[in-house]
């Protein structure tokens, strides 16, 4: 089998992906998908099958998300993640077309969660599920999957990771602590068995959920607070020396904020920015906002945008979308 092109495949609409190479998706339920981004369940004998078709170029409905963002001609992570892989770790990533090898986790032990936000939803989130009546999912058992001791990057989702108490005792096992480890947190809350766990790693990112400032943030991620959520971002700063980076998911209650967030996100000399729009549950889809978008110049001039392309073009998408 020849080498992958990278120029060839991140072009719209090719089906190639490397995570099905390199990556384990387990979530709340314990079921595995290719990614976070795929809503299907997969045996490992179809993942055999997913990494024949993209090698052909053929469709894979599993990847469907990527499939009809590249269509609307948005990025997708398809393509964020696989031009991020192979040029961060190209011999490994060839190698591992040939023999898929797994050194990338996404681990999602339990739907523990402190927050109800509005594009949540039970199975992610157990205040969801408490919510509205629902069984609260239990964590599940860290020992039934094995981790690669040569895993590049392991990243913790939850739920909340810092309610996750099972997190921290994955991490005490791990003996490489050049392993990049990231977790996604909503910054409400800081638990110490996840702060001490953390300090051996050298590589540690905090992917903020952060969709908006002040009263924003408030509405859409129910039961948050602004001003606790800067305070832990300062302490992790201060204890850990992380990187930060921030993820928000486009919306049309953030539409007005986005350059108010975009001005605090520089202000915290954060550079790399995620922003997503999002699809599900449809109300919430930007195309439902109900004003007039008045985005400033200014907007365009924020190093978070102009160094994050993917939120520049998604932001230009919406702006001529809405202006049509
Ligand atoms: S193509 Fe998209 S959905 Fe499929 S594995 Fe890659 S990132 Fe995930
Ligand atoms: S913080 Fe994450 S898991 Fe919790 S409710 Fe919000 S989106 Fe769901």
Known sequence: MSDIQLKDVLKFEHSFCVLPFIHQHIDTKQ????????TTEITPERLIGIQQDMLANLPVP???????????????????????????????????????????????????????CQMCDAESSSEWARYIGKEVFQTWDPDSITINPDAKKIYFAGGEPFMI???????????NTDCEIQVNTNATILTEHLLSALERFRDVTFILSIDGTGSTIEKIRTLCD??????????????????FMVNTVLQKDNLDNIPELANWIDSKEISIW???????????YFKNYASKLQWPESLWENACVQKNMQVYKNL?????????
């Open 274 to 284: 995620h922003a997503e729009i999002l699809t599900r549950p449809e109300q919430f």
């Open 226 to 243: 602004w001003n606790i959520i800067q305070k832990n971002i300062d302490t992790l700063r201060h204890r850990l020396s992380p990187k």
């Open 62 to 116: 599993e990847c469907s998300t990527c499939t009809k963002c590249e269509q609307q001609k948005q990025f997708s992570f398809r393509q964020t993640e696989t031009r991020d892989w192979f040029r961060n770790y190209p011999k490994l990533c060839q190698d591992a077309i040939k023999n898929p090898v797994v050194i990338s986790y996404d681990l999602r032990y339990s739907n523990n969660c402190n927050l109800r």
């Open 316 to 324: 230009k998408f919406i702006e001529s979308s809405l202006a049509a």
């Open 165 to 175: 108490k099972s997190f921290s005792q994955v991490l005490n096992r791990i003996e």
């Open 31 to 38: 079921r595995q998908r290719v990614c976070c981004h795929s």
